[in-house]
């Protein structure tokens, strides 16, 4: 049989990267890049390459499966899809009767269906479609799109920078996008342009930087409001920007970052003054060739979205955004270039604590049910009542602060989750707290259709196709819910009146040119009939200040007559789209944080409890990834392992050598819980001077006590003494602000 080329997309991290299928006989010979991804360009990373290793691990799930020991024993029984699907319709049909939909709770992880399980919670009628959001990136999405509301992540021109302000983001190993990102990083500096990291590890990125500061955690947002100071200070801001697409003037920009002085900056955050005032004249006279990027260093703590509009400010300030070389954005929803086929269900009216948590307003405004924190602690205080829980490509007990401990007891009490049902592919740890099992197919055996926001500025879709059949009985969830649906009642039913997954893409792919057909063939389509998204916000709108449709408010804001809807504002004599906010402007002032948080509406420096009065015992645990690992997923493929099969502890030398530390030899982490409880984990440490001295660091990938023979065993969790704790405002899990102190070794 002849070698055959399938394109489709990689699901191995969230970076989606379009990806070539080498196929013979049915089996997989090789993964590569798909030149046409405009992400990508044809690279793909070791996680991409190893996801043959999914398709082909030897312990897969291959048949649905019924519990029939106690939860947690691990013994199952095969049954039919029919009698799972069965089972499970005519629970989830009673709710329906009941009218107390809400007590379905749908758990995802990496969803990419790209709205298909909203279609099937929303039809159901229940709002809680909750998924990992929060303890992924929340605080900063949160901040961008509260800020200018057109998306909520950025996508920097990189490849035409002159000067890269990075803010604990680690884009050479682990950033959404990164292998599009680090290619444009790379023809940046091979062309001149700095990149300068602000972190507290010496991440692959920092590595590879300009220059390195190791600055104390959560202080990322007071760095860069005294860069902001001295940009002020020495008059480098952009007037124009400021004054024309802000919701604040000048001087209260100037009285804002007053206090906010390179000297303090140091107090707190340990980079130095000098290094503040150097490193601000350099990005303010680099603009606008000059940008910032964040992630989890900067926005993974209790003042995480402040970090994060802190950040997003030195942009205004020095009017890069939209600009060739600058801080640029474009939507990376798939369903704006592919709105989703109808009909769809209407959005459900109730309101559960699980998916709008009364103490998070703004989030419940911004970024409903993104909230991932609450859900486990709400489920064991009663403060939500579930019947059925449906976990779908999740697994909690590893993945969430407290998993081992706390979250898996939630899971194993059977009054706080009377019934659970496990969509995976693999036997991770939530499956053994399942009552009923569905074998998932891998992404490379299902459909989906999907895109990033593309750092070519032009929108684009991929296809995700399946390169080759799934094994035994696993399912495409996009089939397991159509059947589920279609068995529950026929209202749901008139919502999937789709034969299986395929029929539904291809449906959903008729608004590419050559549809499916088309996607099939070549895996990607970029729309080349839009200009590249440079100053979005100065985008016509079609009308002109004498078109009767419209009126013109005072403060210059462009409405429809008859709806009242905003088109635009005024701006130099002619009506721009301007930015998706409320004003059309750039938020420097939130006004609506302190109408439903009570908390400051500009971008203040928001000291984290505790972490300025540490004991001279105490050190600030921290998480990372790997380059090959993502988060809990990847610790079973085995040419990953084969790379890295453990995380120590990083530990800086003067430390290591306070606590008598010796290479290989394990120690104990302790952490001390607002109950009094302690609560520890042993591991072994890695001395280098490649770390904070009051930092401590451990990788996030291991620590697995199910997942198969090449995951088991291997390896520390972290989660099991990180206290869930998340950002008041932002909501996002505060996953780097563990303080935490060390037993000595357990040598003589």
Not at 365 to 380: C, G, H, N, R, W
Not at 602 to 628: A, G, S
Not at 656 to 681: P, S
Request: aromatic share 10%.
């Amino acid at each position: 049989m002849t070698i055959q080329y399938i394109p489709t997309m990689c699901l191995n991290c969230s970076s989606v990267c379009g990806m070539i299928a080498k196929v013979k006989d049915g089996r997989i010979l090789k993964l590569e890049g798909n030149p046409l991804d405009p992400n990508s360009k044809g690279k793909l990373c070791a996680k991409g390459q190893a996801a043959i290793n999914m398709v082909e691990d030897p312990e897969r799930i291959l048949y649905p499966m019924k519990r029939i020991g106690p939860r947690g024993s691990g013994k199952f029984e095969r049954i039919s899809w029919e009698d799972a699907i069965d089972t499970i319709s005519a629970r989830l049909r009673m709710l329906r009767k009941e009218k107390c939909p809400e007590k379905l709770v749908l758990l995802y992880g990496r969803d990419r269906s790209n709205g298909f399980l909203e279609r099937f919670t929303n039809a159901f009628g229940t709002p809680n479609k909750l998924g990992h959001r929060g303890l992924c990136s929340l605080n900063k999405r949160m901040a961008i799109r509260a800020v200018i509301a057109d998306t909520d992540w950025e996508t920097p021109d990189f490849a035409n920078t002159s000067y890269i302000l990075n803010f604990g983001s680690n884009f050479y190993e682990a950033h959404q996008g990164h292998v599009g990102i680090m290619t444009r990083v790379a023809e940046a500096k091979r062309n001149g342009a700095k990149l300068v990291t602000f972190d507290v590890r010496l991440s692959n990125t920092a590595a590879q930087s300009d220059e390195w500061q190791p600055l104390f955690p959560g202080t990322d947002g007071l760095v860069a409001l005294a860069i902001g100071h001295v940009i002020l200070r020495e008059n480098l801001q952009d007037r124009e920007f400021i004054t024309d697409w802000t919701n604040a003037s000048l001087e209260e920009w100037r009285a804002h970052y007053q206090p906010y002085t390179p000297e303090y900056a140091e107090m707190i955050s340990g980079v130095s003054a000098k290094k503040i005032e150097e490193i601000a004249l350099e990005f303010a006279k680099a603009a606008p060739k000059a940008t910032t990027i964040t992630n989890r260093g900067a926005h993974a703590h209790e003042n995480g979205f402040y970090n994060e509009w802190a950040v997003l400010c030195l942009n205004a300030l020095v009017g890069n955004i939209g600009q060739k070389g600058g801080w640029c954005y474009i939507p990376g929803d798939v369903n704006v270039s592919a709105p989703q086929p109808g009909p769809l269900p209407p959005k459900p009216t109730v309101k559960t604590e699980l998916s709008h948590p009364s103490e998070l307003p703004f989030v419940n405004q911004v970024y409903p049910k993104a909230a991932s924190s609450t859900i486990f602690p709400y489920i064991a205080e009663g403060k939500a009542q579930v019947d059925t829980l449906f976990s779908y490509y999740v697994n909690a007990p590893m993945s969430w602060p407290e998993g081992p401990s706390f979250v898996r007891d939630v899971l194993m009490d059977e009054n706080l989750v009377p019934f659970h049902v496990v969509v995976d592919a693999f036997n991770s740890e939530i499956v053994e707290m399942a009552d009923i099992v569905l074998p998932d197919a891998t992404f490379l055996e299902k459909w989906d259709l999907d895109a990033r926001n593309s750092h070519e500025l032009q929108p684009y879709v991929g296809l995700r196709q399946p390169v080759v059949p799934p094994p035994g009985e696993c399912k495409d969830i996009r089939d397991i819910l159509i059947s589920l649906a279609k068995a529950i009642d026929e209202e749901m039913a008139h919502y999937f009146n789709f034969e299986d997954a395929k029929e539904f893409i291809t449906e959903w792919a008729k608004v590419v040119p050559g549809g499916v057909d088309h996607l099939i063939e070549k895996g990607i389509w970029v729309d080349k009939t839009k200009t590249k998204a440079f100053t979005p916000y100065l985008e016509k709108t079609g009308y002109d200040l004498n078109d009767p449709s419209i009126i013109i408010d005072e403060n210059g804001i462009a409405r429809l007559k008859g709806n009242q809807q905003v088109i635009g504002r005024v701006w130099k004599n002619q009506i721009v789209k301007g930015f998706a906010t409320h004003d059309r402007t750039f938020q420097f002032k939130l006004h609506t944080i302190g109408q439903l948080s009570h908390a400051p509406i500009l971008p203040v420096y928001r000291p984290i409890p505790h972490h300025h009065q540490l004991t001279e015992n105490e050190l600030m645990l921290t998480t990372f990834k790997w380059n090959v690992h993502t988060q809990s997923r990847t610790a079973n493929q085995a040419w990953l392992t084969e790379i890295v099969d453990d995380n120590p502890c990083w530990i800086h030398p003067e430390t290591a050598e306070r606590y008598g530390l010796k290479k290989d030899v394990e120690f104990t982490i302790v952490t001390k819980e607002q109950n009094g409880k302690h609560t520890r984990i042993t591991v072994k440490p890695f001395i280098t001077e490649a770390i904070h001295p009051r930092v401590l660091a451990i990788s996030a990938s291991f620590g697995h006590w199910q997942y198969g023979r090449n995951a088991k065993g291997k390896g520390y969790n972290p989660n099991s003494i990180i206290r869930t704790k998340m950002d008041p405002v932002g909501g996002g899990q505060a996953w780097n602000d563990t303080v935490v102190t060390i037993e000595r070794a357990a040598w003589n």
